[in-house]
Every structure is written in structure tokens, then in C-alpha cells.
């Protein structure tokens, strides 16, 4: 009975909000374009939506406002349907609207939380929350202090004291309507700040959430934040789901510094200069005048957003990106036009002849007696051309140092993983095959299930690491390359640096690896380069190395620097193959 009636007010809820939902939109906007909200009725319908600890939630992959009814009437806020649904709308209109400001305004409060990058997700929500319910209730005149005055709790923290502080300054309350305590004066004063930057950065919130965050940063750190904050939440999942490229390059804003609102001449009245706070680069390689971002701090930014992606993941985001700017046509080879059989004539058949060539018809139309090499034929048939010999891109075998030496492209920005990535997305770009392998030591390699034309699996395999020993796969040459031409024609390309020199060491069978080189220059068809970044390019080991690899066949490209083989990357497909086109 009991459940019974709890279904049926669970019900009479859902169509109240439902009622309310267009009246809701009409707040925001003339021309709505989001699908009728996810209304949860059970603890596993919030499961199913990840909506875990608040009852309401968005998402921007999908467009999403999730209201749970449950925690709704359990939190008796049931007649709240417009101020609650105008708010979940307001983040989808107003801020962050979608996944790209959302991400630029995530890294920006990242930024001016030092060590307390964790706090990110919570103090942009806290602060994207008072840019919409300040416009719903000064603008709209939504009771959007009833909502907070139901949900707060007589706990209480130094944050939720200045955060509360706040909205009665904005809303013109008396003190302690929404804070559960007495507020000390320094509190006041940061509220009174918080307050100015909501109003002052009403239209560049972005900058104000960097403005919100240092302020809030000496109020972090403490475990009992997240008790409270937790039931306000409604933004954790923002990104989940979402298959947007996050530009890897960092905000212009991340580059002038931490400025405390204090010292914004904007919030305060004051004149001249503001005090800045330089930020140093940080473990997670945030600098304000870096122009991309570390591999690992990219990662880190994502998970703040909530996208669903692993390290490994975010790295082949991150090189792809990275990739995109230097990418051109591949290289291409001469290759034969189509060919068909023609008919030209007939010739006689004798019995020594095979009796497929036999044309019956012919030799039936000669004499109805068919006597063998008198009155029986065959036909002739010669092979025409049906176009001009074209063009077709070669593919690519690329072979990528990933030894000791070379940095883990996971953590920071590796100029080889740049490189290599740059080689395969053009020649994926072309129509090519691309097999991508990263060596280390003796067996201790990883590589593509061969030739293959999908981008996430070469790019896994780039975004790899191994950092052993150094000995270059001599096997995987071996046992490509073996004898005549057996598939396309293709381009052998090796980025390393001095270690390339391990291509002439011995096989594990006991093969000579100039004898095994040569074989794949040769039978590669298209060729073979060496990229190499050495340091005593001039040694007479290095020396020797490179006169055989150059008698068989092998160009070479040296440079001094790892930065200098993105740029061989892109003009080695340029003015190598460029005339080809």
C-alpha cells in the first residue's frame, strides 16, 4: 500500500514537472532545442543516467537534464519544478553551453588551483551556479533562495559560509537567510568579492571562474567539503560520453597569470596596474606561456570533465591534434593502368594443343567434320590498357625508437610521437596501409596486427611506451621482406637516434643485418629513410653505419634536436615525394 502511493505521488510529480518544462525553456530561449528531460523514479533508473549524489544533473553529450523525482520528494522540494528545471536549462544555454567553453573554463580554474586541481570540477559548478541563479531570480524573480534554504544543512564549512554569504548579497537578503552561522569578517569580505565578480563578469564568465577560483583557493583542501557539495553538484558528468576533440593548446587567459580578485581593478573600483600572481610550470606542466599543454595535464583535464577516457586514450587525442596542422598528401609511386584481354584473330588448334583453347563454335562454323589441326581453331587474344598508368600512394612501414632515451609520450610532449603520427595520419590520409611498431630491447617491441588503415589502432601503438634497452626488430624485416616483391609497394621509415646503428647487429638466428636491410630496401619497392637525431654524428662508428646503409639504397635525414624531426616530418613527404603528385 505503502509503495503504492509513493508510485503514485512519484507520478503526479513527473506530470507537474513535466507541465513546468516548457515554461522553463521560454526562460532562456525562443528556439529550445533540448529533448524533454530523464526523469528517474528509482535508485536504478539514477544509476543507469550516473546520477549519484544530487538530484538533477546535465550532460552535453546528449543534451541531457536528469531530474531523479525520488530525491526530489524526499528532498521536498516538489513544488520547485521551475526554478530547479530553469536552473538545469541554464547550464545548457548559458554556462558552459557546450564542451569546448566548458573545457577551456575547466583548465582556466585548473590553472589558479595549484595543487588543488582536484577542486576544479566543484568550484567551477559552485561558481557556474551563481552566474545562472543570479539572472533567475534578479532577472525572473525564480524563488531560487527557497531552493537552498530547503536543501541546506546545519552543517556547515568556511566555503559554504562565503558561498551562501554570497547570494545574500546578490539577492539583497538579510544576513543569515541562507548561511547557518555566524560569518567572520574576512568571510564577508570574500563574499562581498565573489558577489562583484558574478556581476562584473556576467558576460565573460570564463575569466571570472579565474577570478571565482582564486578566491576560493584558501578555502580548499579540507575532506568535509565534499559532504555538502555533493547535493549541489549537477555538473560531474558533463563530459561523459562526449567524442569531441578538446583543444590541446592552453587558454591566452592561463598565460597573464593568477589575479586574486582583490587586485581586479574591475571588481574592486580601483585604478592603475593590478597585482599579478606568477604561476610557475607546475608538475602537471601547466605554463602560463606554454602554447600546448603536457600530454598528462591534458589527460587530467579531461577526467575533470568527466569524459570517460584512459591515459593511453587522451594520448592518441593529444598527438592527433598535435598531428592535424603538418599533415599533406602522401607520398606517391607510378603504377601500371588496368589491362584486359582483347580478341585478334584466330589460329589453328592441333590435338597437342589444351582443350580449354579449343573454340568450338569457330571450328563448327569451318566444317561440320572437326578433324584435328585441319578444321579446328583456337582464339588469339591480346592484353590492351583501358587508361593511362596512374599513381597509387605507397604504404607505410614505420619504425619508431622507444628505448630509455625517448620520453614517455603518455606524461610529456614527445616530438617523435609527434613525428611518427604526423607520417601515419598522412599516409591514412592518402588510402595507405600503415604498420607502426615501437622497439626497445631485444624482443621487446609492440606493433599494429600488420598493415592496417585505422587511425586509434597506429596511434595506440605510437602513444605506447617501453623505455628498455635498444636493438632495433630486425625480425619484423626478416619476415616482411623476403625474396621477390610480395605486396604493395611501400616506404620503410625509421625515427630513432644513434641506436638505429643496431640494424646491422646479428638476428636471433644468426642473420647478418646488412644482408637483412638490403632485402628490404630492396624489395620495399618504395624505398627506405633513416630520421635520426644524433649527437657525434661524425664518429667513425656512426660513419660506417650510415656508408652501408647508403650503398644499399637507404636515405637519411640527421638532426640535432628532437623538436627538428617534427619539422622532418612534414618536409620529408613534401620535397621528397612532392614532385610525384
Not at 510529480?13 to 524533454?36: E, G, V
Not at 528532498?75 to 573545457?103: F, S, T
Not at 563530459?239 to 592552453?250: C, F, K, M, N, R
Request: some cysteine.
Amino acid at each position: 500500500m505503502l509503495e503504492s502511493k509513493k508510485t503514485q505521488a512519484l507520478a503526479a510529480l513527473c506530470d507537474n514537472w513535466q507541465q513546468a518544462w516548457p515554461q522553463a525553456l521560454a526562460l532562456w530561449t525562443r528556439y529550445p532545442r533540448l529533448s524533454p528531460p530523464r526523469w528517474c523514479h528509482t535508485v536504478a533508473d539514477e544509476k543507469r543516467e550516473k546520477l549519484e549524489h544530487s538530484f538533477a544533473m546535465i550532460r552535453l553529450s546528449d543534451h541531457a537534464v536528469v531530474i531523479s523525482l525520488r530525491q526530489v520528494h524526499k528532498l521536498g522540494i516538489g513544488d520547485m519544478a521551475l526554478p530547479v528545471l530553469a536552473h538545469e536549462i541554464g547550464h545548457h544555454i548559458y554556462c558552459p553551453a557546450n564542451i569546448q567553453d566548458y573545457a577551456a573554463a575547466m583548465a582556466a580554474a585548473r590553472y589558479c588551483l595549484p595543487g588543488l586541481e582536484s577542486c576544479a570540477p566543484m568550484v567551477l559548478n559552485l561558481y557556474e551556479d551563481l552566474l545562472i541563479n543570479e539572472r533567475l531570480k534578479n532577472r525572473h524573480h525564480l524563488p531560487m533562495d527557497e531552493v537552498y534554504r530547503r536543501l541546506r544543512s546545519d552543517e556547515s564549512t568556511s566555503l559554504f559560509d562565503m558561498y551562501m554569504r554570497c547570494y545574500e548579497i546578490l539577492w539583497g537578503l538579510p544576513a543569515a537567510s541562507l548561511t547557518v552561522r555566524a560569518v567572520k569578517k574576512s568571510i564577508e569580505y570574500d563574499a562581498q568579492l565573489a558577489a562583484r565578480v558574478v556581476q562584473v563578469y556576467a558576460n565573460d564568465w570564463m575569466t571570472g571562474a579565474m577570478r571565482f577560483a582564486a578566491l576560493c583557493f584558501p578555502y580548499l583542501g579540507g575532506q568535509e567539503l565534499e559532504a555538502w557539495f555533493n547535493a549541489l553538484a549537477d555538473t560531474p558528468h558533463v563530459g561523459s560520453g562526449h567524442t569531441a576533440s578538446i583543444p590541446v593548446e592552453s587558454n591566452p587567459a592561463e598565460q597573464g597569470g593568477i589575479m586574486h580578485p582583490a587586485n581586479d581593478p574591475l571588481v574592486v573600483g580601483e585604478t592603475g596596474t593590478p597585482a599579478v600572481i606568477q604561476a610557475d610550470a607546475d608538475e602537471h606542466g601547466v605554463t602560463p606561456g606554454g602554447q600546448y599543454r603536457e600530454p598528462f595535464a591534458y589527460f587530467e583535464l579531461l577526467k575533470a570533465m568527466g569524459m570517460t577516457v584512459d591515459q593511453h586514450g587522451a594520448a592518441v587525442m593529444y598527438y592527433r591534434q598535435r598531428a592535424r596542422p603538418h599533415l599533406i598528401r602522401f607520398p606517391q609511386v607510378k603504377s601500371r593502368g588496368q589491362t584486359y584481354r582483347q580478341p585478334e584473330g584466330l589460329d589453328t588448334w592441333d590435338s597437342g594443343d589444351p582443350i580449354e583453347n579449343l573454340d568450338w563454335f569457330q571450328s563448327a562454323l569451318r566444317s561440320t567434320v572437326l578433324v584435328p589441326g585441319y578444321t579446328t581453331v583456337e582464339r588469339v587474344y591480346g592484353h590492351v590498357e583501358d587508361w593511362e598508368p596512374g599513381r597509387l600512394a605507397p604504404d607505410l612501414d614505420l619504425y619508431v625508437d622507444c628505448s630509455g632515451s625517448m620520453p614517455n609520450p603518455q606524461v610529456v610532449e614527445s616530438p617523435i610521437a609527434i613525428a611518427g603520427a604526423i607520417l601515419a595520419l598522412s599516409a591514412l590520409k592518402a588510402g595507405s596501409a600503415v604498420r607502426a611498431t615501437l622497439w626497445s630491447g631485444a624482443r621487446q617491441f609492440q606493433s599494429t596486427d600488420g598493415f592496417v588503415r585505422n587511425d586509434i589502432d597506429v596511434l595506440r601503438i605510437l602513444t605506447g611506451y617501453l623505455g628498455g634497452a635498444t636493438a632495433f626488430p630486425l625480425h619484423m624485416l626478416r619476415d616482411t621482406y623476403t625474396g621477390k616483391p610480395t605486396r604493395p609497394a611501400t616506404h620503410i621509415v625509421v625515427l630513432s637516434d644513434d641506436g638505429a646503428d643496431t640494424m646491422l647487429q646479428q638476428d636471433e638466428l644468426g642473420n647478418a643485418g646488412a644482408d637483412i636491410c638490403r632485402r628490404a630496401i630492396e624489395s620495399a619497392v618504395a624505398g627506405g629513410t633513416l630520421a635520426l637525431n644524433v649527437y657525434m654524428p661524425d664518429s667513425e662508428r656512426f660513419t660506417a653505419f650510415l656508408s652501408t646503409m647508403h650503398a644499399q639504397g637507404w636515405h637519411s635525414h640527421l638532426v640535432s634536436s628532437w623538436q627538428e624531426v617534427i619539422a622532418f616530418a612534414y618536409e620529408f613527404s613534401r620535397q621528397t615525394f612532392g614532385q610525384q603528385r
